[in-house]
Protein backbone atom coordinates (compact mmCIF):
# COMPACT_ATOMS: atom_id res chain seq x y z
CA UNK A 1 0.00 0.00 0.00
CA UNK A 2 2.66 2.72 0.78
CA UNK A 3 4.08 2.62 -2.62
CA UNK A 4 0.17 4.22 -3.78
CA UNK A 5 0.92 8.35 -3.71
CA UNK A 6 -0.88 10.14 -0.71
CA UNK A 7 -3.97 11.10 -2.35
CA UNK A 8 -4.99 7.09 -3.03
CA UNK A 9 -3.43 6.66 0.59
CA UNK A 10 -6.12 9.14 2.26
CA UNK A 11 -8.86 6.75 0.32
CA UNK A 12 -7.80 3.01 0.31
CA UNK A 13 -4.88 2.57 3.23
CA UNK A 14 -5.70 1.07 5.99
CA UNK A 15 -9.30 -0.96 5.64
CA UNK A 16 -9.50 -2.55 2.44
CA UNK A 17 -12.18 -5.40 2.34
CA UNK A 18 -12.07 -8.73 1.81
CA UNK A 19 -14.68 -10.64 -0.39
CA UNK A 20 -18.21 -9.80 0.47
CA UNK A 21 -17.05 -7.47 3.30
CA UNK A 22 -18.85 -4.23 4.20
CA UNK A 23 -17.22 -1.60 1.69
CA UNK A 24 -17.17 0.97 4.09
CA UNK A 25 -14.87 0.56 7.32
CA UNK A 26 -17.44 -0.66 10.18
CA UNK A 27 -16.91 0.41 13.74
CA UNK A 28 -16.29 -2.31 15.72
CA UNK A 29 -18.31 -0.88 18.84
CA UNK A 30 -17.57 -3.53 21.02
CA UNK A 31 -15.85 -3.48 24.16
CA UNK A 32 -14.76 -6.97 24.05
CA UNK A 33 -14.41 -9.95 21.59
CA UNK A 34 -15.25 -13.48 22.01
CA UNK A 35 -12.91 -16.87 22.15
CA UNK A 36 -13.72 -20.68 22.25
CA UNK A 37 -10.92 -21.69 24.47
CA UNK A 38 -9.42 -19.93 27.56
CA UNK A 39 -6.02 -20.99 26.41
CA UNK A 40 -6.20 -19.13 23.65
CA UNK A 41 -7.22 -16.02 25.80
CA UNK A 42 -4.30 -16.74 27.72
CA UNK A 43 -1.38 -16.77 24.84
CA UNK A 44 -2.96 -12.94 23.71
CA UNK A 45 -2.47 -11.84 27.30
CA UNK A 46 0.90 -12.92 27.01
CA UNK A 47 1.32 -11.46 23.73
CA UNK A 48 2.51 -14.85 22.10
CA UNK A 49 -0.28 -14.37 19.43
CA UNK A 50 -1.56 -11.40 17.96
CA UNK A 51 -5.46 -10.51 18.73
CA UNK A 52 -8.62 -8.16 20.14
CA UNK A 53 -9.12 -9.03 23.67
CA UNK A 54 -10.56 -5.58 25.16
CA UNK A 55 -11.22 -1.93 23.51
CA UNK A 56 -9.23 -0.29 26.14
CA UNK A 57 -6.17 -1.86 24.42
CA UNK A 58 -6.93 -2.34 20.66
CA UNK A 59 -9.95 -2.29 18.93
CA UNK A 60 -9.69 -3.20 15.10
CA UNK A 61 -11.70 0.32 13.84
CA UNK A 62 -9.00 2.21 15.50
CA UNK A 63 -6.03 0.02 13.99
CA UNK A 64 -7.20 0.14 10.54
CA UNK A 65 -7.16 3.86 10.98
CA UNK A 66 -3.71 4.40 12.62
CA UNK A 67 -2.65 1.72 9.91
CA UNK A 68 -3.94 4.38 6.70
CA UNK A 69 -1.75 7.30 9.17
CA UNK A 70 1.39 5.08 9.21
CA UNK A 71 0.73 4.26 5.27
CA UNK A 72 0.81 8.03 4.97
CA UNK A 73 3.43 9.24 7.05
CA UNK A 74 5.48 6.48 5.65
CA UNK A 75 5.66 4.52 9.17
CA UNK A 76 6.15 0.47 10.28
CA UNK A 77 3.14 1.06 13.34
CA UNK A 78 0.88 3.47 14.51
CA UNK A 79 -1.78 3.65 17.77
CA UNK A 80 -4.36 5.73 17.88
CA UNK A 81 -4.95 7.67 21.45
CA UNK A 82 -7.91 9.64 23.05
CA UNK A 83 -6.05 13.11 22.11
CA UNK A 84 -3.04 14.89 20.92
CA UNK A 85 -2.49 15.48 24.30
CA UNK A 86 -2.75 11.86 25.01
CA UNK A 87 -0.15 11.24 21.86
CA UNK A 88 2.49 13.47 23.23
CA UNK A 89 2.33 12.31 26.85
CA UNK A 90 2.61 8.45 25.79
CA UNK A 91 4.80 9.19 23.02
CA UNK A 92 7.41 10.32 25.52
CA UNK A 93 6.57 8.38 28.65
CA UNK A 94 6.87 5.32 26.89
CA UNK A 95 10.93 5.82 27.10
CA UNK A 96 11.14 7.94 29.66
CA UNK A 97 10.21 7.32 33.38
CA UNK A 98 11.04 9.55 36.83
CA UNK A 99 14.95 10.93 36.79
CA UNK A 100 14.93 10.92 33.10
CA UNK A 101 15.48 14.31 30.91
CA UNK A 102 14.24 15.38 27.03
CA UNK A 103 15.20 18.34 25.21
CA UNK A 104 12.24 20.37 23.87
CA UNK A 105 11.98 22.73 20.80
CA UNK A 106 10.32 25.93 23.11
CA UNK A 107 8.20 27.00 19.62
CA UNK A 108 5.65 24.41 21.03
CA UNK A 109 1.66 23.90 21.36
CA UNK A 110 0.28 25.84 25.13
CA UNK A 111 -1.19 22.63 25.91
CA UNK A 112 1.93 20.52 25.30
CA UNK A 113 4.84 22.97 27.19
CA UNK A 114 2.33 22.58 29.91
CA UNK A 115 2.30 19.18 29.69
CA UNK A 116 5.47 19.15 29.18
CA UNK A 117 7.15 21.66 31.91
CA UNK A 118 4.92 21.15 35.00
CA UNK A 119 2.78 17.65 34.64
CA UNK A 120 5.50 15.79 33.72
CA UNK A 121 8.33 17.60 35.77
CA UNK A 122 5.52 16.37 38.61
CA UNK A 123 6.25 12.72 37.61
CA UNK A 124 9.78 13.39 37.54
CA UNK A 125 10.87 13.34 34.06
CA UNK A 126 12.60 16.89 33.21
CA UNK A 127 12.68 18.44 30.02
CA UNK A 128 14.97 21.66 28.54
CA UNK A 129 13.42 23.95 26.27
CA UNK A 130 15.54 25.70 23.69
CA UNK A 131 14.67 27.87 20.49
CA UNK A 132 14.49 26.01 17.09
CA UNK A 133 16.50 28.29 15.85
CA UNK A 134 19.51 27.49 17.66
CA UNK A 135 22.45 25.94 16.52
CA UNK A 136 23.18 22.67 16.80
CA UNK A 137 26.11 23.42 19.30
CA UNK A 138 23.48 25.57 21.20
CA UNK A 139 21.22 22.40 21.37
CA UNK A 140 23.27 19.42 22.04
CA UNK A 141 24.68 21.70 25.20
CA UNK A 142 21.60 21.20 26.81
CA UNK A 143 22.20 17.13 26.22
CA UNK A 144 22.45 15.06 30.03
CA UNK A 145 23.26 11.70 30.17
CA UNK A 146 19.99 10.95 31.41
CA UNK A 147 18.67 12.56 28.41
CA UNK A 148 16.28 10.21 26.36
CA UNK A 149 14.65 11.69 23.41
CA UNK A 150 14.66 15.44 21.45
CA UNK A 151 11.48 16.76 20.07
CA UNK A 152 9.53 19.53 18.02
CA UNK A 153 6.41 20.78 16.16
CA UNK A 154 7.05 21.22 12.53
CA UNK A 155 5.07 24.22 11.80
CA UNK A 156 4.34 25.36 15.74
CA UNK A 157 1.42 26.22 17.27
CA UNK A 158 0.57 29.36 17.23
CA UNK A 159 4.02 30.97 16.50
CA UNK A 160 4.34 28.91 13.22
CA UNK A 161 7.93 28.45 13.53
CA UNK A 162 9.00 26.34 11.59
CA UNK A 163 11.72 23.17 12.57
CA UNK A 164 14.85 22.53 10.57
CA UNK A 165 14.25 18.38 11.22
CA UNK A 166 17.30 17.67 9.82
CA UNK A 167 19.24 19.69 11.77
CA UNK A 168 17.37 18.36 15.00
CA UNK A 169 17.72 15.37 13.45
CA UNK A 170 21.14 15.69 13.61
CA UNK A 171 21.38 16.80 17.11
CA UNK A 172 19.41 13.73 18.00
CA UNK A 173 21.09 10.81 16.24
CA UNK A 174 24.86 12.16 17.34
CA UNK A 175 23.37 11.98 21.33
CA UNK A 176 21.80 8.97 20.18
CA UNK A 177 18.37 9.47 21.16
CA UNK A 178 15.44 9.40 18.64
CA UNK A 179 13.73 12.62 17.18
CA UNK A 180 9.68 13.56 17.94
CA UNK A 181 8.19 15.48 16.07
CA UNK A 182 4.62 16.37 16.12
CA UNK A 183 3.77 16.62 12.60
CA UNK A 184 -0.05 18.62 13.24
CA UNK A 185 -0.12 21.72 10.96
CA UNK A 186 1.18 20.42 7.89
CA UNK A 187 -0.01 16.76 8.34
CA UNK A 188 1.73 13.99 6.05
CA UNK A 189 0.05 15.25 3.03
CA UNK A 190 2.13 18.44 3.24
CA UNK A 191 5.57 17.23 4.89
CA UNK A 192 6.62 14.08 5.58
CA UNK A 193 9.40 14.08 9.02
CA UNK A 194 10.24 10.54 8.66
CA UNK A 195 11.81 11.61 5.29
CA UNK A 196 14.00 14.17 6.71
CA UNK A 197 15.30 12.03 9.75
CA UNK A 198 12.41 12.28 12.53
CA UNK A 199 11.98 8.90 14.15
CA UNK A 200 8.50 9.15 15.88
CA UNK A 201 5.75 11.60 14.79
CA UNK A 202 2.89 12.41 16.95
CA UNK A 203 -0.41 14.19 15.83
CA UNK A 204 -3.38 16.13 17.16
CA UNK A 205 -5.78 14.28 14.55
CA UNK A 206 -8.11 16.33 16.08
CA UNK A 207 -7.44 19.03 13.43
CA UNK A 208 -6.46 18.63 9.92
CA UNK A 209 -7.06 14.88 9.47
CA UNK A 210 -10.36 14.81 10.91
CA UNK A 211 -10.82 18.27 9.24
CA UNK A 212 -14.51 18.71 10.15
CA UNK A 213 -13.83 19.42 14.31
CA UNK A 214 -16.01 16.38 14.91
CA UNK A 215 -13.88 14.30 16.96
CA UNK A 216 -10.70 14.91 19.55
CA UNK A 217 -8.08 12.49 18.66
CA UNK A 218 -4.42 11.57 18.22
CA UNK A 219 -2.01 9.29 16.62
CA UNK A 220 1.70 8.11 17.10
CA UNK A 221 3.51 6.99 14.20
CA UNK A 222 6.93 5.02 14.42
CA UNK A 223 9.25 5.59 11.68
CA UNK A 224 10.91 1.81 12.76
CA UNK A 225 13.80 3.25 12.24
CA UNK A 226 15.69 4.11 15.34
CA UNK A 227 18.08 1.02 17.04
CA UNK A 228 16.81 1.27 20.31
CA UNK A 229 18.87 -2.21 21.08
CA UNK A 230 21.98 -0.18 20.28
CA UNK A 231 21.57 1.94 23.76
CA UNK A 232 19.53 -0.99 26.09
CA UNK A 233 20.93 1.26 28.86
CA UNK A 234 19.42 3.92 28.14
CA UNK A 235 15.76 2.71 27.13
CA UNK A 236 15.81 -0.93 29.20
CA UNK A 237 11.89 -0.80 29.15
CA UNK A 238 12.22 -1.10 26.09
CA UNK A 239 15.55 -3.69 25.56
CA UNK A 240 14.89 -6.12 28.75
CA UNK A 241 12.09 -8.01 29.96
CA UNK A 242 9.02 -6.61 31.03
CA UNK A 243 7.62 -8.81 34.04
CA UNK A 244 4.14 -7.62 33.39
CA UNK A 245 4.32 -9.84 30.29
CA UNK A 246 6.09 -13.02 30.94
CA UNK A 247 9.35 -11.65 30.28
CA UNK A 248 8.68 -10.35 26.88
CA UNK A 249 11.62 -8.40 25.43
CA UNK A 250 10.30 -5.75 23.13
CA UNK A 251 13.15 -4.84 20.69
CA UNK A 252 13.77 -8.68 20.35
CA UNK A 253 10.65 -10.16 20.09
CA UNK A 254 8.84 -7.24 18.04
CA UNK A 255 11.64 -5.86 15.85
CA UNK A 256 10.60 -2.53 13.92
CA UNK A 257 7.14 -2.63 16.20
CA UNK A 258 8.29 -2.73 19.85
CA UNK A 259 8.25 1.21 20.16
CA UNK A 260 4.63 1.08 19.29
CA UNK A 261 3.98 -2.47 21.62
CA UNK A 262 5.40 -1.26 24.34
CA UNK A 263 2.89 1.45 24.31
CA UNK A 264 -0.45 -0.06 23.44
CA UNK A 265 0.92 -3.14 25.99
CA UNK A 266 1.70 -0.73 28.57
CA UNK A 267 0.63 2.32 28.29
CA UNK A 268 -2.49 1.82 26.74
CA UNK A 269 -3.05 -1.19 29.82
CA UNK A 270 -2.36 0.91 32.59
CA UNK A 271 -3.70 4.98 31.46
CA UNK A 272 -6.28 3.89 29.18
CA UNK A 273 -6.65 6.59 26.45
CA UNK A 274 -7.77 4.91 23.40
CA UNK A 275 -9.76 6.50 21.01
CA UNK A 276 -13.20 5.81 20.80
CA UNK A 277 -13.93 3.23 17.53
CA UNK A 278 -16.93 6.24 16.51
CA UNK A 279 -14.41 8.96 16.99
CA UNK A 280 -11.80 6.59 14.36
CA UNK A 281 -14.53 5.84 12.31
CA UNK A 282 -15.51 9.98 11.50
CA UNK A 283 -11.32 10.23 11.40
CA UNK A 284 -11.28 8.02 8.61
CA UNK A 285 -13.81 9.32 6.48
CA UNK A 286 -12.11 13.01 7.64
CA UNK A 287 -9.01 11.21 5.96
CA UNK A 288 -10.54 10.61 2.82
CA UNK A 289 -9.95 13.61 1.91
CA UNK A 290 -7.59 15.56 3.50
CA UNK A 291 -5.28 15.71 0.44
CA UNK A 292 -8.03 17.70 -0.83
CA UNK A 293 -8.90 19.95 1.68
CA UNK A 294 -4.76 20.67 2.85
CA UNK A 295 -4.80 22.38 -0.73
CA UNK A 296 -7.32 24.32 -0.09
CA UNK A 297 -6.79 25.45 3.10
CA UNK A 298 -3.11 26.16 1.96
CA UNK A 299 -4.58 28.50 -1.12
CA UNK A 300 -7.22 30.20 0.55
CA UNK A 301 -4.67 31.51 3.47
CA UNK A 302 -2.04 32.53 1.20
CA UNK A 303 -4.61 35.04 -0.12
CA UNK A 304 -5.94 36.19 3.05
CA UNK A 305 -2.10 36.19 4.14
CA UNK A 306 -1.26 38.50 1.10
CA UNK A 307 -4.40 40.74 1.78
CA UNK A 308 -3.40 41.16 5.64
CA UNK A 309 0.04 42.45 4.35
CA UNK A 310 -1.21 44.70 2.26
CA UNK A 311 -3.59 46.11 4.73
CA UNK A 312 -3.08 49.50 6.57
CA UNK A 313 -4.29 48.23 10.07
CA UNK A 314 -2.04 45.29 10.02
CA UNK A 315 0.94 45.56 11.79
CA UNK A 316 2.76 42.50 11.09
CA UNK A 317 1.59 39.07 9.41
CA UNK A 318 3.30 35.74 9.77
CA UNK A 319 2.94 32.61 7.30
CA UNK A 320 5.41 30.98 6.13
CA UNK A 321 4.60 30.85 2.75
CA UNK A 322 5.01 35.23 2.42
CA UNK A 323 8.05 35.32 0.31
CA UNK A 324 10.03 37.33 2.99
CA UNK A 325 9.10 35.82 5.86
CA UNK A 326 11.95 34.03 8.35
CA UNK A 327 10.66 30.94 7.94
CA UNK A 328 10.01 31.00 3.77
CA UNK A 329 13.43 28.93 3.00
CA UNK A 330 12.83 26.24 5.47
CA UNK A 331 8.97 25.74 4.30
CA UNK A 332 10.40 25.85 0.90
CA UNK A 333 12.42 23.08 1.94
CA UNK A 334 9.93 20.83 3.92
CA UNK A 335 6.49 21.66 2.51
CA UNK A 336 7.11 22.79 -0.98
CA UNK A 337 3.40 22.79 -1.73
CA UNK A 338 2.63 24.81 0.89
CA UNK A 339 2.50 24.50 4.96
CA UNK A 340 -0.89 24.55 6.45
CA UNK A 341 -3.82 26.83 6.50
CA UNK A 342 -2.85 28.73 9.57
CA UNK A 343 -1.80 32.44 9.87
CA UNK A 344 -0.61 34.66 13.14
CA UNK A 345 -1.23 38.40 12.64
CA UNK A 346 -1.18 41.32 14.92
CA UNK A 347 -3.16 44.92 14.49
CA UNK A 348 -1.64 48.74 14.94
CA UNK A 349 -3.04 49.16 18.45
CA UNK A 350 -2.10 45.61 19.82
CA UNK A 351 -4.07 43.32 21.66
CA UNK A 352 -6.70 46.14 22.92
CA UNK A 353 -7.77 46.13 19.27
CA UNK A 354 -7.04 42.29 18.63
CA UNK A 355 -10.16 41.19 20.87
CA UNK A 356 -12.11 44.48 19.05
CA UNK A 357 -11.39 42.96 15.64
CA UNK A 358 -11.92 39.48 16.64
CA UNK A 359 -15.91 40.57 18.17
CA UNK A 360 -16.49 42.50 14.76
CA UNK A 361 -16.37 39.17 12.47
CA UNK A 362 -19.74 37.83 11.30
CA UNK A 363 -19.15 34.17 9.38
CA UNK A 364 -15.58 33.42 11.20
CA UNK A 365 -16.20 32.28 14.07
CA UNK A 366 -14.20 32.44 17.37
CA UNK A 367 -13.62 29.15 18.93
CA UNK A 368 -10.51 27.02 21.04
CA UNK A 369 -9.60 25.10 17.87
CA UNK A 370 -7.53 25.22 14.76
CA UNK A 371 -7.49 23.82 11.28
CA UNK A 372 -10.85 22.44 10.50
CA UNK A 373 -13.34 23.43 7.60
CA UNK A 374 -14.37 26.78 9.01
CA UNK A 375 -12.16 29.65 9.20
CA UNK A 376 -12.28 30.73 12.90
CA UNK A 377 -10.40 32.59 15.06
CA UNK A 378 -8.67 32.86 18.63
CA UNK A 379 -6.53 35.11 20.78
CA UNK A 380 -4.06 32.86 22.16
CA UNK A 381 -2.85 35.05 25.07
CA UNK A 382 -6.15 35.33 26.46
CA UNK A 383 -7.48 31.60 25.99
CA UNK A 384 -5.01 28.77 24.93
CA UNK A 385 -1.98 30.44 26.27
CA UNK A 386 -3.19 32.11 29.39
CA UNK A 387 -1.54 29.88 31.76
CA UNK A 388 1.49 30.46 30.58
CA UNK A 389 3.48 33.85 31.97
CA UNK A 390 4.99 37.11 30.00
CA UNK A 391 8.07 34.90 29.40
CA UNK A 392 6.80 32.08 28.32
CA UNK A 393 4.47 33.61 26.35
CA UNK A 394 7.42 35.21 24.42
CA UNK A 395 9.76 32.08 24.54
CA UNK A 396 6.64 30.12 22.83
CA UNK A 397 6.82 32.40 20.38
CA UNK A 398 3.59 34.05 21.12
CA UNK A 399 3.21 38.02 21.24
CA UNK A 400 0.41 39.27 23.41
CA UNK A 401 -1.46 40.78 19.97
CA UNK A 402 -1.11 37.77 18.16
CA UNK A 403 -4.07 36.58 16.58
CA UNK A 404 -4.39 33.62 15.46
CA UNK A 405 -6.45 33.00 12.29
CA UNK A 406 -7.75 29.24 10.71
CA UNK A 407 -8.20 29.67 7.47
CA UNK A 408 -10.88 27.41 6.55
CA UNK A 409 -12.28 25.69 2.69
CA UNK A 410 -14.46 27.99 2.01
CA UNK A 411 -14.43 30.66 -1.07
CA UNK A 412 -11.26 32.63 -0.21
CA UNK A 413 -13.15 36.03 -1.47
CA UNK A 414 -16.07 35.78 1.61
CA UNK A 415 -13.24 35.05 4.04
CA UNK A 416 -11.08 37.95 3.14
CA UNK A 417 -14.24 40.22 3.15
CA UNK A 418 -15.66 39.12 6.16
CA UNK A 419 -11.71 40.40 7.59
CA UNK A 420 -11.82 43.50 5.49
CA UNK A 421 -15.42 44.60 7.64
CA UNK A 422 -14.68 43.57 10.59
CA UNK A 423 -10.97 46.01 10.29
CA UNK A 424 -13.30 48.57 9.09
N1 LIG B 1 -0.21 19.29 19.17
C1 LIG B 1 -0.54 20.41 18.51
C2 LIG B 1 0.41 20.99 17.50
C3 LIG B 1 -1.75 21.06 18.77
O1 LIG B 1 -2.07 22.15 18.09
C4 LIG B 1 -2.62 20.49 19.74
C5 LIG B 1 -3.90 21.13 20.05
O2 LIG B 1 -4.20 22.22 19.62
C6 LIG B 1 -2.23 19.33 20.41
C7 LIG B 1 -1.02 18.75 20.10
C8 LIG B 1 -3.11 18.69 21.43
O3 LIG B 1 -4.11 18.01 20.76
P1 LIG B 1 -5.58 17.68 21.35
O4 LIG B 1 -6.28 19.00 21.50
O5 LIG B 1 -6.16 16.79 20.33
O6 LIG B 1 -5.37 17.01 22.66
Known sequence: MSKLKPETL????????KNGEPRVLPIYQSTTFKYESSEQMARLFDLQESGYFYTRLQ???????????????????????????AANFYAIFNICQ??????????????????????LKKLGIEVSFVHPDSTEEEIAALFRPNTKLLFGETVSNPSLEVLDIEKFAR??????????????????????????????????????????ATAVGGCIVDSGNFDWS?????????????????????????????????????????????????????????????????????????????????????????YCDLPGNKYYDLAKKYMPNGSCGVISFGLKGGRAKAVEFMDKLKMIAIVTHVADARTCVLHPASHTHRQLTDEQLVEAGVQPDLIRLSVGIENANDIIADIKQALQ
Request: include cysteine; aromatic fraction near 10%; hydrophobic fraction near 40%.
Open 98 to 119: AGDHFVCSSAIYGGTFNLFAVT
Open 171 to 212: VAHAQGVPLIVDNTFPTPINCRPFEWGADIIVHSTTKYMDGH
Open 10 to 17: CVQAGWTP
Open 230 to 318: AYPDKYPGLCTPDESYHGVTYTADFGKGAYITKATAQLMRDLGSIQSPMNSFLLNIGLETLHLRMKQHCSNAKQVAEFLQENEKVMWVN
Open 59 to 85: NPTNDYVAAKIAALEGGVAAMLTSSGQ
